[in-house]
């Protein structure tokens, strides 16, 4: 395996819409990197927060996914809330194994406390922007120094092609 540069990846454009805060309470923001963690962990090569799945949320949801806003600040605020229920603590403070099971249970809408129907909508449009952000094209915000593309090779296949 390779391995991939573990030092903080550059920018690669300003975003006008990259402040959290004009989105998300502290919490809310929390909560979202932890979540995004998690759905794409660093391994070999970066985390989906690392590589800017989170910033790339954040233009969309300043554009064309202004309408998912409400459905992220709820689901956020009830992720949350699940986390203190079951373990006493938010959920950016519990373990990896612990956040995986309240994902599991948000994925599957079983075993939920409070509203299964929010969480399961909620965590599959997560993991749906998630997975944009990270192998999209870094135009779009995600995909920092096109690290997913180096992952799955989609740079070196690139460079053999010439236009």
């Known amino acids: 395996m390779r391995m991939v540069n573990r030092e903080p990846v550059q ?3 300003s975003l006008r819409f990259k ?3 004009m989105f998300f309470t502290a919490d809310q923001q929390e ?3 932890a979540a995004i963690e998690r759905i794409i962990p660093a391994d ?3 985390s989906g927060w690392e590589a800017g799945a989170g910033d790339y949320l954040l233009r969309q949801l300043a554009g064309d ?3 998912f806003l409400p459905t992220y600040r709820e689901g956020l605020d009830e ?3 699940e986390a203190r229920a079951a373990f006493g603590m938010p959920f950016a403070a ?3 194994e612990q956040q995986d099971l309240l994902l599991s249970r948000a994925d599957f809408a079983s075993g939920v406390l409070r509203n299964p129907g ?3 909508r909620f965590f599959r449009l997560l993991v749906l922007h998630v997975a944009e952000g990270y192998y999209s094209d870094p135009g779009n915000g995600g995909n920092r120094n096109r690290v997913a593309w180096d992952m799955i090779g989609f740079a070196e296949w690139e460079r053999e092609i010439s236009y």
Do not use: G, H, M, V
């Open 11 to 13: 920018q690669q454009n």
């Open 19 to 21: 402040d959290p805060t």
């Open 31 to 33: 909560t979202l990197r």
């Open 44 to 46: 070999e090569f970066p």
């Open 65 to 67: 996914l202004q309408q």
């Open 79 to 81: 992720l949350d809330a």
């Open 94 to 96: 519990l373990t990896a």
């Open 118 to 120: 929010l969480l399961q």
